[in-house]
């Protein structure tokens, strides 16, 4: 199904949508009571097979590889935990990354291709999370690299192909650009910036960080080549304490820290935890069901798709309807005072992860009148390390970032338009 045949998003069914919340833990409510969750981009909204998985199965306390029937068990969820996570990158190729965090699987392969490749200069966005920007800082830094960094275009909040053609060359080490932007939801063409990049060098490493892309939008290494890419499941509707990684063949034999009697392309440090695994085949068992809702095939990656395209089309409804509103409601783009940022017109270029601003009242006395009112957001603003420089880049020094997931139903945008009419009245 083309996603640029639905510019405006497309809904779930109510029964869907019904099945839909079903899955997911605290949809509705904390432990203070009723409240609407637009705080996905800070971790999402979790699915109760992920928590169920670390029940049933931590509770087991069998290593790996011993010879009782149990621990067969184990190592079946572990083996089908490492399909499912290339269920989602789409690639049998190179290795599989799996630390504490997305930001350690960052600054463990930047690190490694900064100690062993030749170059003179590293290539990071401007609107990377600090993982992605700190790690190539950091290793510029210490391999007396140039730092050279791609600018925004705080029209779209992504970065322009143009930024790449004009800082990558001959002697880049690597580039390094986020899928999309944790602030702005802009979603970068990371194909043609994978294109450009390789006419001008063909050997430079890309990084890409998917981490707030993958619970939003189609993820497929098969068709982008590029050397890494990490993603977080608590991002992705699973439990905190993982982060994951993919690395090229070539990325995974660079020397790295790793156990010795292991191929040299093997990245995993010690114990593996098979709850944690058995969360990622979670996530992609509930993205295929979803799928599964739309159509009938027997290739688990082709349900992944269905259901990750039908996220993307829920997400894009909810997003035109926060801007636009209904014929009961203005949206966010007629509300006196407020400002929707980076504001692109084209939604097929963007994952729901609005930043706004008001007029009368700045982001942080803005984001506690949402939560008073029961609907959670959160600022991103300087001097906050996680926020300066991406707010600034956008000419700003603070947003208010309102990010639900598809599991949000129209009724929760129009509450949080009502409770913005409000807030902008103050
Ligand atoms: C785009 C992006 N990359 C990386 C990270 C880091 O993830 P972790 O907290 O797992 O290190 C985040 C977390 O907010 C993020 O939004």
Known sequence: ???????????????????????????????????????????????????????????????????????????????????????????????????????????????????????????????????????????????????????????????????????????????????????????????????????????????????????????????????AMDIAPYKFFGCRGSGVGWVSDRCAKLPHNRILCYSEDTWELGSTAPHVFAGYSAIVDYVCWLGSQYIDSADRRTLFEEGIHRIELQERGLLHRALEGTAMLPGLRSIPSVQVICDNPDLTQRDFILPITFENLDVTTAAKEYIKRGIYVFERKSPNHYSKRIVESLGLDGVIRVSPIHCNSPEEVDAFLRATMEIAKL
Do not use: W
Request: aromatic share 6%; charged share 25%; proline share 3%.
């Open 1 to 227: 199904m083309s996603m640029k045949n639905y510019p405006q998003g497309l809904l779930f069914s109510d029964e869907i949508q019904k099945q839909v919340r079903e899955k997911f833990c605290n949809v509705e409510s904390d432990s203070f009571g009723k409240r609407i969750f637009f705080e996905n981009s800070g971790g999402s909204l979790r699915l109760k097979a992920c928590i169920q998985a670390v029940a049933d199965i931590d509770s087991h306390p069998d290593c790996l590889g011993r010879h009782q029937a149990q621990a067969d068990v184990l190592d079946a969820i572990v083996k089908k935990g490492y399909e499912d996570l290339r269920i989602i990158f789409n690639t049998q190729k190179g290795s599989i990354i799996t630390y504490l965090s997305a930001s350690q699987v960052m600054f463990n392969i930047v690190g490694a291709i900064a100690h062993n490749v030749k170059g003179k200069n590293m290539v990071v966005s401007v609107l990377e999370h600090p993982s992605g920007f700190d790690s190539v800082e950091y290793y510029a830094k210490q391999t007396g690299r140039e730092l050279r960094v791609l600018q925004s275009n705080p029209a779209t909040g992504c970065i322009d192909v143009d930024e790449v053609i004009r800082n990558v060359d001959k002697d880049t080490v690597l580039l390094s650009c986020m899928y999309s932007s944790n602030t702005t939801g802009g979603i970068n063409d990371i194909e043609k910036m994978v294109e450009a990049a390789r006419a001008i060098n063909p050997d430079v490493y890309i990084i890409v960080d998917a981490v707030q892309h993958a619970p939003h939008g189609l993820i497929d290494l098969s068709k982008l080549d590029i050397d």
